[in-house]
Each structure stands twice: as C-alpha cells, then as structure tokens.
C-alpha cells in the first residue's frame, strides 16, 4: 500500500502536467484566433515587456509549485488543500466561461480588431477583465493545494505587477480603437 503523502504529491504534479497539456491546447486555439483576428484588420498590440514577464511566469507557475511542494517537503492539508481546489476549479470555470464568451475573439495576447465593439456579454457583463480574475485566482488556489505557499505568494505578487501594465495596455487598445467599454 501507498503511503497517501506520495499518492498526493504525485497526484500534484500531475495536476501541474495537466495544467501545462491544457495551456499547450490553449496556445494552438490562440494561434488559430490570432490568424482569424488579423485576416480581419486585427492588429497585435506591441508589449516588449509585458508579453515576455507574463509568458515566463505562467512557464515558472508550470514548474515552480511542485518543486517547492517536493524540495520543501510540504504536505498535503485537507483543511488547506480541498478548498484551494475549489477555488482553482472556480477559476477554470471562469477563465471557459470568458473564452466561450469571446469565441474567435480570444487572444492572450492585445489584439485590436477596428471597427469590432467590445464584447458585453457572459462574465463581461458583470465584470471588465474577468479573465484576469480567474488567472488571478488560479495563480493563488494552485500551489496552495499541496501547501506551496510560497509560489502562492511570489506568483500573486508577480501577477499583480504584470496585470497593472497588462490592463493598461488593453485599456488603452480599447480606447485608440473606438471599443471603450461602457
């Protein structure tokens, strides 16, 4: 019989091997929504730091949790652990629900489509970056599953500073593009 702290930490990791299968997936749609927007006179907003800070994040959130999970010995709390899936279960729901809402529309990247109005409905209706939300949540719910706190905590700290410029950025594209949100 297996002891059920190295059921759950192998049960982790392999949370994170699913999360980096799903995010390869969502890389392939992007692509495929990247060549549909621009076809149509979408045009990629430049982000020289921004782009590159967040894609190595999310690449670290990939591998850095169950490191620390695993180097530093954390164990799995049940009190800690099941909650935080809630939570990050929440977050995935969400973050479909905004890809559902935006269709051919969704991009990670700043896309500027002219003369397209900004999309309003699903999650947009109640909130302006609802995705953000979810990645925020995600990025904090995750690692906290097996008590990773600190990756919980760099990850949250480093997603607050590239989402202050990200969404600058993406106000801005809205604004210069005539798809000022209401």
Not at 59 to 80: I, T
Request: proline share 9%; aromatic share 8%.
């Amino acid at each position: 019989m297996v002891p059920l702290a190295i059921e759950s930490r192998w049960a982790f990791a392999a949370l994170f091997a699913l999360l980096a299968v799903e995010r390869l997936a969502e890389l392939v749609v992007a692509r495929r929504n990247l060549a549909w927007a621009r076809a149509r006179g979408g045009k990629l907003v430049p982000e020289p730091v921004v782009w590159p800070a967040m894609v190595a994040m999310h690449a670290l959130f990939l591998v850095l949790p169950p490191l620390e999970m695993a180097l530093l010995d954390r164990p799995f709390r049940p009190a800690l652990g099941l909650p935080a899936l809630a939570v990050a279960a929440a977050a995935m729901a969400l973050r479909y629900w905004v890809i559902g809402t935006l269709g051919r529309r969704w991009s990670p990247r700043v896309v500027v489509l002219p003369g397209w109005p900004p999309v309003t409905g699903g999650p947009f209706r109640r909130l302006r970056h609802p995705n953000y939300l979810a990645v925020t949540m995600e990025l904090a719910a995750l690692p906290l599953v097996h008590g990773a706190w600190l990756s919980a905590l760099l990850f949250s700290i480093a997603n607050a500073a590239v989402l202050r410029a990200r969404i600058r950025t993406e106000e801005q594209a809205l604004a210069s593009s005539g798809g000022v949100r209401p």
